[in-house]
């Protein structure tokens, strides 16, 4: 298989260490608006280099995998669409949900293969999860999410840095760029949200004496669910030093499941009496890409674990905070 990288960053050198690993796949090309780091990475890789995307997608390749700031997802990956490559497209879907409804236009009308990067969606303790509940929706379901983010980017970097990061606009902040796991675990447990609460605060977690960053460092986001769950989403950008937290808690009627989900991944609790206990033995960041490149082989888009569609209700809501957290008010979807 044939592949293409759209975007040289941080994520980019991460997914190129999985994809050489695997003998079937040959990094063939690399993009990046900086052609510089480009070429870094392609040097690594003994691939091709360019700055234009189009270039690439219009190349002799079987598939891309999208790692550009989340803004600008939509242009690549329906371009990618329109040649018939398969697509990992990293999370969030989009920066808006109409660039999210335009990529799942485009995959719907391709048939093509598209998985997005919500890695913990590649989780077999979340099927084990789904297999506890039986069927029942949950009543409560509570999120922390506690820690850094992508220390590779530089995030924290002097005011007009490169980090898109720092762009709210270009990457939506700690709201999309963190909080956004943990709605779409949520939404892959509960279903779609109905209503969203949120609030942000900034200056006093990772960005204290930053007054130079439009950016929040705490979010709280509270969901409605259509099927009568509540959930609740906290994160927080801490660059305490201490052992970042991610984790969600799942009350059901006869049910109550705890996950660990970074660095170990672990899932405890209890289902109709019966006690639960069990560990992840593999990286869901290499086997969600791993999944992404079977379903590419058998040509199957039902084989990943994450299509642009699931993704489309995680970038609903997180618009929906948003907009939450920017009036003040509950937001209807």
């Known amino acids: 298989m044939r592949l293409g990288l759209i975007g040289a960053g941080a994520i980019a050198r991460r997914h190129a260490q999985v ?27 003994d691939a091709q280099a360019t700055a234009d995307w189009a270039e690439l997608v219009a190349a002799d390749l079987d598939a891309v995998v999208v ?19 398969a697509v990992y497209l990293e ?18 009308d391709s048939g093509v293969v598209c998985a997005v990067g919500y890695q913990w969606r590649s989780l077999e303790i979340l099927a084990r999860a789904h297999d506890a509940l039986d069927g029942a929706m949950p009543g409560m379901l509570v999120s922390r999410s506690f820690g850094p983010t992508e220390p590779g980017r ?29 709605i779409d675990l949520q939404v892959a447990l ?4 109905a209503r969203v609460h949120a609030a942000g605060a900034r200056g006093l977690l990772a960005l204290r004496g930053r ?20 959930g609740l989403v906290a994160v927080a950008w801490s660059t305490s030093g201490r052992a970042p ?9 006869a049910t109550a499941l705890h996950f660990d989900l970074d660095p170990a991944f672990r899932l405890t609790g209890t289902a109709n009496g019966r006690r639960l206990e ?47 957290v920017a009036s003040g008010r509950p937001v209807e979807l």
Do not use: M, N
Request: net charge negative; proline share 5%; with cysteine.
């Open 245 to 253: 937290v991610y984790t969600l808690d799942v009350e059901a009627a």
């Open 211 to 230: 007054d130079d960053r439009d950016l929040d460092d705490a979010v709280a986001v509270l969901l409605e669910y259509a099927g009568g769950a509540i």
């Open 67 to 85: 790692c550009t700031p989340p803004a600008a997802h939509a242009a690549p990956a329906v371009a990618a669409f329109e040649h018939g490559l």
């Open 19 to 45: 994809l050489s690993a695997d003998d079937e796949v040959v990094v063939a090309a690399v993009c990046d608006v900086d052609l510089a780091r480009a070429q870094e990475l392609a040097a690594t890789l």
């Open 190 to 193: 509960a279903g779609p949200a």
């Open 91 to 108: 999370k969030p879907l989009a920066r808006s949900h109409a660039d999210g409804e335009r990529i799942v236009a485009g995959w719907r």
């Open 278 to 324: 069990a560990a992840e033995t593999a990286d869901p960041r290499r086997t969600s890409l791993e999944r992404f490149l079977a379903a590419a082989r058998s040509g199957d888009p039902t084989g990943v674990p994450c299509s642009p569609a699931d993704a489309l209700h995680s970038l609903r809501a997180a618009v929906a905070a948003e907009q939450a």
């Open 154 to 182: 530089g995030d924290l970097g002097e005011a007009g840095a490169s980090s898109w990061f720092a762009d709210r606009r270009a990457g939506g902040g700690i709201l999309f760029e963190l909080g956004s796991h943990d």
